[in-house]
């Protein structure tokens, strides 16, 4: 506690930048041996950061998989080794997918949330002609513009989800003629996700009454709640992602806000954080908990039995994708990128545990497959702090072409870089 | 004007008082000892996490008490066992030590509580809004600032007018006069590091209500609070108390007027400019030990 004559401002300011750098270079990996009894899958999605929640459940999802397809004896007769890697951001998922691929010459890679990482690691994956299951990241742009024949999406992209919930606020009549107000997340999820909305309400004459853009690290909302109050809007359509979703739906309800909520883009985790009481409106996910069907009650007790919740949607995503390539690899008895795109762009049918097969869309790898959305159930109507929503009926309907809630080729065309 | 960007600026005033909690301890800790607390963000967390812990036996009440005084405890285990070892070391080594520390504490949380969010909501008793002509606050926010105000005023007491806050004072000014005088600092030291993140827990407990109990919570309060000893000067209890608030308005206000995109950038570009023309902060005293 003497004078030191190094403790200047400027050295103290030096160092915390030196840290910030080290932090983001900083990335823990093991060296494995390369083994020829073993097929590798590569996992990357974020551990950390603000999406790092749904991670998890990512990860204890594709782990849940990969031990039921060992247990039934792996793929092609060998196991499967899940190498997996919290991706951090874009340029360190792409450092992250290139070790993977060259030097750990994994047979494809699954996961990931953020749409921005994605592309990130499609990039690495065309240009190694390796197969990307993306599994979480939402936006259209990586449909469309950005679309890559080495990259297939099991997560819905933003259109289908905007769809599915515009039609339950069409229902509820919160569309026409109404004045919508939305908060959208400052990346580029959140931009996709609004250009869509606007689309979608402005085609089914909702009057947009504003927006504001979050910033990710924002976790105060009562600056945005007095603009709302101050709007009177018919409907607040929340755009945000990750825990921005918690922290909007607690401080919604602490300032006794009672406009419709909804959202355009969803996670159950988050209603399940924001918990009973909290957690209104209407919203839209790939996949719940409490969908009435065989294979998500199998997977949700064998879930459920393993970490002691119930998995989230996020999860759906990782193991569906995971068992999607195993039966792949089993049935085409090939291991190459190549042929399991061809397989997959032949319209080969997966079950979903849904109520409906779904197929990967050859125009630009979108799966087809049934969404839902679900309503915040009343407090007294609550027995339990998972059972918190009611469910819609799968969207599109039983007797409509999955395809109807997919961008038509109009609002978000592909073409396959060579 | 107009009433919402009153209001704005009303709510961004108040929205400042949560970084004081933080800020003050950071402040603290960094006047009297020289360590950057990275792991301040941490203690937060623990705050928060602890609430859950304890709410459901002794109470939103108890664990308002409870909780704090524990992070406290923590508090003194750090300061004894690793702090101390870096009063008279370079600052990098303590900037590594409390970066360390901080992603320790987050993943500890990480693998005892699950990354996702826990729910926690806002005691029944203090639900409810308080609506002054059209300005309408939750009355929740009205308990939390009566409380962080009453803390900011005790510390200041503390500071300002105590035999403990005397010597406190002279440690930060010149630590070897204090020493030659025949006091003996340790203990101070243990006291302040004790206070510092006590309060980051007490603000813990205060915030669990309303944002989203998560192990990486910690990092979207500290960052903001950093800058507020910045802006604010170092060492200087006024100085943080007027950068908070002047943070909070400057974030109410940016986006009252449409700009919310830049809300979180515009901190940095004041940071930036006091860093500019007032390099010691806005109140910050001359400390012959930090400048050259």
Redesign the interface.
Known sequence: MADNPQFTRRRLLQSAGGLALASTVAAPSVLLAQSSDVIRVGHLTPRTGFLGPLGEYAVMAIDLAVEEINAKGGVMGRKVELLKEDSVNPQTASTKAERMIERDKVACIIGEISSASCLTIAQVAQRNKTLFINTGGNSDALRGSDCKRYMFHVESQNSMYVKTAGRAFLRDGLVKGKKWYSLTADYAFGHDLLKVSKRFMQANGGDFAGDDLVPTDAADFSSYLLKIRDAKPDLVVINLAGNQITNFLKQYAEFGLKFPVGGFGFDTALAWAAGKGNFVGTWPVVWHHLIDTAGTKAFVGAFTKKYNKPPENQAWGDYIAMKIVAQTINDLKSLESPKIIEHFEKGAKFDLLKTREGYFRASDHQLMHEMYTVTALPADKIKNQWDIFSSGAPVPGPDESLEVIAATKEENSCTFPT | MS??LM??IL??L??GV?YLLIALGLSLIFSL??I?N?AHGAFFAIGAYLTLVISPYLGFGGALVLSPVLVALLGIVIERTLFRRF??S???LS??LT?GLAMVA?QAL?MIF?????????PPAL???VIVGSF???F??VVLIGIAVACVAGLWFLLQKTPFGRVVRA?VQN??MVGALGIS?QPY?AAVAALGIGLAGLAGVLLA?????????G???I?PAFVVVVIGG?GSFWGVVVAALLVGLV??VM??I?Y??A??AAIYLLMLLVLLFR??GLFGERM?????
């Open positions: 009433m919402l209001q704005q709510n961004g108040l929205d949560y000892g020289g950057v990275l009063y008279r370079d600052p990098i900037l590594l970066f987050e990480r699950g990354a996702p969010p826990l729910s926690y909501s806002i639900r409810g809004q309408i606050y939750s929740y926010r440690g630590p070897d600092l030291m209500p309303i944002y989203a109990v998560h192990p990486a919570m990092n979207e309060i960052t170092l974030k109410g986006v009252g449409g919310s995109a809300s979180t390099p010691r012959t030990r930090l400048e050259q």
